[in-house]
T-cell receptor
Framework: QKEVEQNSGPLSVPEGAIASLNCTYS??????FFWYRQYSGKSPELIMS????GDKEDGRFTAQLNKASQYVSLLIRDSQPSDSATYLC????????????FGSGTQLTVLP | NAGVTQTPKFQVLKTGQSMTLQCAQD?????MYWYRQDPGMGLRLIYY???????DKGEVPNGYNVSRLNKREFSLRLESAAPSQTSVYFC???????????FGPGTRLTVL
């Protein structure tokens, strides 16, 4: 069974710091990787997608992928209290309409 | 565009009652999905529809049925609700395999 593992947290960082969220996956055939943010009581929203090894930056967010180590991470620079949420890592096989496999999420709290 | 819509937002059922959760998307997406989210469990796939006219089981299909009514609509039916089906249900859609998955606002279901 395909697995996606995340530290459940909670992870607390002070405002302005870098938050680092990590995710490992078991299926070497995985080709598409996503980070979703979910505020309490709300639905998940996509914040980053990454498909190839290396870094991908979008504003204050950087996704990092290492397929050899089966590891994907999300860095949030200059963390803001509004970043406080649960972050879900999701993985899917390339070319598959079947499904995303989600981790259980990491709860992040940014302290003012 | 409304994106992905779900009805109802909240529902309380008694054990043994039946109900249908409705989902619609206006993004002309081929694939649609039903997930449930329980505390500490992340998102688990119940059923999905890769394209109009097809449906397949996901990770936790027992106790549920689905209908892909047309390209826009994908419904989830509980024939005989059980307390174990108390959860938050999310519908999602995706344009193409490996692409971004968009979520609806969710239905919070309680079975007494």
């Amino acid at each position: 069974q395909k697995e996606v593992e995340q530290n459940s947290g909670p992870l607390s960082v002070p405002e302005g710091a870098i938050a680092s969220l990590n995710c490992t996956y078991s299926d070497r055939g995985s080709q598409s990787f996503f980070w979703y943010r979910q505020y309490s009581g709300k639905s998940p929203e996509l914040i980053m997608s990454i498909y190839s090894n290396g870094d991908k930056e979008d504003g204050r967010f950087t996704a990092q992928l290492n397929k050899a180590s089966q590891y994907v991470s999300l860095l949030i620079r200059d963390s803001q209290p509004s970043d406080s949420a649960t972050y879900l890592c999701a993985v899917t096989e390339g070319g598959s309409a079947r499904q995303l496999t989600f981790g259980s999420g990491t709860q992040l709290t940014v302290l003012p | 565009n409304a994106g992905v819509t779900q009805t109802p937002k909240f529902q309380v059922l008694k054990t043994g009652q039946s109900m249908t959760l409705q989902c619609a998307q206006d993004m002309n997406h081929n694939s649609m999905y039903w997930y449930r989210q329980d505390p500490g469990m992340g998102l688990r796939l119940i059923y999905y529809s890769a394209s109009e006219g097809t449906t397949d089981k996901g990770e936790v299909p027992n106790g549920y049925n689905v209908s892909r009514l047309n390209k826009r609509e994908f419904s989830l039916r509980l024939e005989s609700a059980a307390p174990s089906q108390t959860s938050v249900y999310f519908c999602a859609s995706r344009a193409a395999a490996g692409g971004t998955q968009y979520f609806g606002p969710g239905t919070r279901l309680t079975v007494l």
